[in-house]
């Protein structure tokens, strides 16, 4: 196959917090195509059509581009993917452009793309259409609260300012997209002096157990009803 070198433009269409308008954000990748990349269907409504990975300085990551109906719908942290909340219901969190990237071969495969890109925003999809997810939960973080997809119900870390110190107030949380209601209890104050946005893990499901695992923080467990254990 003769070799190629095209520039693919990579979109993420995310709504604002208040709904009433989008931002389109795009970035320019430099493709290889002596190895070409083949689609592949990520669930029954979205399909990958490309991925690479993403520096964002302080940390990094892959990104996926995704359709939805034969069109481009996001740019998307591939290692989170997209959780499945409902019948066409979805959550995902977006990536960010910020600037041009090139392949870079001392580091990836010659397959990968490399793009300078910041985490974005969690978006949910409800019959199509999206909206940030903290639009729907109070004192949602978009780098911290590492929300999980568990029995159709959305648990996160509820992160609540206290004062103008940096200090705040930390709770395991649910949000029921049904009910639109968001259930929580008080864990701890903490500063969060870091950059890393896995401080605080993605909650998780093991043997009808909800387990909420903070970095240097004592294991917190809840029944699938989410009640606590402990």
């Known amino acids: 196959m003769k070799k190629l070198a095209y520039l693919l433009s990579l979109f993420a269409l995310t709504a604002c917090h208040n709904g009433n308008h989008k931002q389109l954000i795009s970035d320019t990748v430099k493709r290889d195509t002596t190895t070409s990349f083949k689609p592949y269907q990520l669930n029954k409504d ?46 995902y969190l977006t990536i960010t452009g910020t600037g041009s990237g090139e392949d870079d071969t001392s580091k990836t495969q010659k397959s990968q793309k490399s793009i300078s890109g910041s985490l974005g925003s969690y978006i949910m999809v409800v019959n199509g259409k999206k909206q940030n997810l903290s639009a729907f939960i109070t004192d949602f973080n978009d780098y911290f609260s590492s929300p999980s997809v568990i029995n159709g119900n959305i648990y996160f870390w509820q992160i609540k300012k206290i004062d103008t110190t940096g200090n705040n107030s930390i709770s395991a949380a649910k949000y029921d997209p049904v009910t639109k209601k968001t259930t929580n209890y008080y864990l701890v104050d903490d500063y969060i002096e870091t950059d890393d946005a896995n401080y605080f893990s993605a909650p998780y499901l093991k043997n009808d157990t909800i387990y909420f695992d903070g970095e240097n923080k004592k294991l917190r467990k809840f029944t699938k009803d989410f009640k606590p254990y402990n």
Request: a negative charge; aromatic letters at 14%.
């Open 46 to 91: 979205y399909i990958v059509i490309d991925t690479g990975i993403f520096d964002a300085t302080v940390m990094g990551g892959s990104y996926a581009v995704v359709t939805r109906n034969g069109k481009l719908a996001d740019t998307i942290d591939k290692y989170y993917g997209i959780e499945k909340i409902g019948n066409d219901n979805y959550l």
